[in-house]
Each structure stands twice: as C-alpha cells, then as structure tokens.
C-alpha cells in the first residue's frame, strides 16, 4: 500500500477519515459523508497495483508512455499496430498476436505496457515465460491433492482474458522442446485456449514465427502459423543502438 495524500479540496474539509468529508443535505439536519474523487482514484490505482502484482504486470508498465517511451523510428508502423490492437482490445480479444525481433528491441517492454492496459481496461491478464507455461501445464502430480492444485492453474491461464507468453519458442531451449515431452501438452492447452475457448494470446519471441518449425514439429507450427498470418509484429529499433545513434558523442560529453 502507498500512502494516501488527500487533495487540496478534501483535506480542508472536516471528515471522518482522511480522503472522506462529511457534508450536510440542504433543507434537513441530516449529515452524510462523501468519499472525495481524489480517494476513488487512489483506491483505483491501488487496485490496479494489486491486479498488476498477480498478473506478474511491472507495476512501472502503468507509468510507460508508448508515444514517448519507445525508442526508434524503423518499426513505428508495427507500433501503430499494436497501439490499435491494445487500445481496440475488446475487437481482438480472440487474436493471437506474435511480436518478434532480436534481442534489447523492447519487447519486454512492450509486454508489460501491453497488459497494463489490458488490466487497466477491466480485463484479466497473466503474464509468464513459456519455460513457467510449459512446467504448468506439463506431467502429471502424483499426489491428488497437488494434482488438483495443477489442474486449478491451468484451467485460470486457460480462461485469462489475456495471456503473454514471453521468451517464447526460445532457439536457446532448444534441447528441452526436443525431448518433446512437453510438446502434446502444449498443443493441447493452446488448442483448448485458443481454438475452443477462443481467448486471446501475445506471443513475445526472438523467433520469427515461420522459423518454429526448425525446432518444433506439426502439428504445433501449424497451429501457430495459421492464426498469426495477419497478426504478426516486427521490431527492429534496438534501445541502446538507436540511443547511442541519437547522440553520436554521447558516450564522450562526460566533462
Ligand atoms: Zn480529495
């Protein structure tokens, strides 16, 4: 909890708490109290803090400005894109949206501020890795009562509004999607989610989604490939290059 700082109005006011004011109905003796806007919008950002904290959501995502935050001019039409998907999102609650490109083009970033939103809109989100999804929704417990525990999780990020799958079809987990193992499990929750439940997914990966198949096998390329052959993002602004770019004597102006 952050402390609450009453606003000028309520706090020259008499109340019974900091953030309320009593007021007196006209006409009558009768007294009530008020809550002050100031105190609703404070108990609203709290409640978005909480959300944010169970959805794995940066609390600073909420504070990140996609007009002004993101760095680089090469990929500004993919982030027109996505600003529509985010700010559209109860249009595109069931698309899946795949956003690649290498390392430090602020993917995460994006991610993060793309939940903030989606929480901020009323919608519930989860945030995790796909290295977290796969030991969820893979094996079995064989203890009942943790395997029930097992199947609760699945079933909240089958029905989340919105999941973002991070670090995503990692070419550098190369050998643990080879063992396959985990594989069926994962063709079966996204089919479940996607196709049956008709939930949305953000895909965030190092990979281009045509290069899956060097790695994972049919029917899960497949699955992939057909639903985000419209939905699919690229970025290209690295942060620090296009920082130092910007400023070519920056790293000598130290005087
Ligand atoms: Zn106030």
Redesign the pocket.
């Known amino acids: 909890m952050t402390q609450f700082t009453?606003?000028?109005?309520?706090?020259a006011k008499l109340g019974p708490q900091k953030?309320f004011y009593f007021v007196k109905y006209k006409g009558t003796q009768q007294k009530g109290v008020v809550e002050?806007?100031?105190?609703k919008q404070f108990v609203q950002r709290e409640l978005l803090q909480y959300k944010a904290a169970a959805s794995n959501i940066w609390p600073q995502a909420f504070d990140y400005n996609i007009d002004t935050d993101y760095v680089g001019t090469k990929s500004i039409k993919e982030i027109q894109r996505l600003k529509k998907y985010v700010y559209e999102f109860s249009n595109y609650k069931n698309v899946m949206v795949y956003i690649h490109g290498p390392n430090g083009t602020q993917k995460s970033t994006l991610a993060h501020w793309i939940g903030a939103n989606v929480l901020h809109q009323g919608y519930s989100v989860k945030y995790l890795l796909m290295q977290s999804l796969l030991m969820t929704i893979s094996g079995f417990e064989k203890d009942e009562v943790r395997q029930q525990e097992k199947q609760a999780e699945i079933e909240k990020l089958k029905s989340v509004d919105l999941l973002i799958v991070d670090e995503a079809w990692n070419t550098s987990a190369v050998t643990l999607y080879k063992s396959g193992y985990q594989l069926p499990f994962l063709t079966q929750f996204l089919k479940e989610r996607f196709e049956v439940a008709r939930k949305g997914i953000v895909f965030i990966s190092n990979v281009s989604p045509e290069s899956i198949a060097k790695i994972f096998e049919n029917p899960l390329q497949n699955l992939i490939a057909r639903s985000v052959v419209r939905t699919t993002l690229k970025l290209e602004d690295n942060y620090m290059q296009t920082r130092t770019d910007f400023n070519p004597n920056s790293l000598f102006d130290e005087e």
Do not use: F, L, T
């Not at 009453?6 to 706090?11: G, H, I, K, Q, T």
């Open positions: 009453p606003c000028r109005n309520c706090a953030g002050c806007e100031c105190h």
